[in-house]
């Protein structure tokens, strides 16, 4: 079956400038998450979505960052006026997440390759 | 709070030689332990993991972990790495209280032939 997949892979885009990144779980899949990984750094946790709402978007990293997710499927991280520290791989998962361990394990995308200029 | 330390930035072996990649946890109740592996311009993909039962777990690829919770260690092993193996390794840490993975900052493997 499908894996999880992102679109697009790669996004230049010039300061100021509001982008969305997509992501699209794997079929049956009620767990979403969005990480970001910066250059030499480890993975930072953004939002998690259970369904279409979003139980913990504590690692969101300011205003300018939301995310949506309708229909139980496909997720949209967008990031408004862009700033070029906001330049980094934007990771997705998915997990079947109905409960216990289940939760835990996380599928993810090849990711959407950020660049602000 | 929780946290994952992966004390080992790059690591360089040889090939066919043994491998041992670190990881420390620090969690308030019984974790769960998960090894995964991120090739050069791929998602991240799950080598293993563990919840409860026998601390030494088996993984793909001929991986395996050892949870030592004396040690708060869940350290990755292989006893002959392929150069195929190059990658980043990436320790992460859940559990009951949470519904989120917690992630270290990752271990870069190097494979000299």
């Known amino acids: 079956g499908a894996g999880v997949s992102q679109s697009p892979s790669n996004k230049v885009t010039e300061k100021g400038k509001d982008v969305e990144l997509r992501c699209d779980p794997i079929s049956g899949h009620t767990a979403l998450y969005w990480y970001r990984q910066s250059l030499g750094q480890g993975l930072e946790f953004l939002i998690y979505f259970q369904g279409n709402s979003a139980p913990d978007k504590s690692g969101l990293p300011s205003d300018r960052f939301s995310a949506e997710r309708t229909g139980g499927s496909v997720s949209t991280l967008t990031i408004q006026r862009t700033q070029q520290e906001d330049s980094a791989v934007y990771l997705c998962?998915?997990?079947?997440?109905?409960?216990?361990?289940?939760?835990?394990?996380?599928?993810f995308g090849p990711g959407t390759r950020l660049t602000v200029t | 709070a929780q946290s994952v330390t992966q004390p080992d930035i790059h690591i360089t072996v040889s090939e066919g030689a043994s491998l041992e990649l670190r990881c420390n946890y620090s969690?308030?109740?019984?974790?769960?332990l998960f090894w995964y592996v991120q090739s050069p311009g791929q998602g991240l993909q799950l080598l293993l993991k563990?919840?409860?039962?026998?601390?030494l777990v088996q993984g793909i690829k001929g991986f395996e972990a050892e949870f030592k919770r004396s040690q708060s260690s869940f350290n990755l092993r292989k006893p002959s790495v392929h150069w195929s193996d190059a990658a980043e390794y990436f320790c992460?840490?859940?559990?009951?209280?949470?519904?989120?993975?917690?992630f270290g900052t990752g271990t870069r493997l190097q494979v000299f032939p």
């Open positions: 992460a840490v859940g559990g009951e209280n949470t519904d989120k993975l917690i």
């Open positions: 969690y308030g109740a019984t974790p769960y």
């Open positions: 998962a998915s997990s079947l997440g109905t409960s216990g361990r289940t939760t835990y394990e996380q599928y």
């Open positions: 563990y919840f409860s039962g026998d601390t």
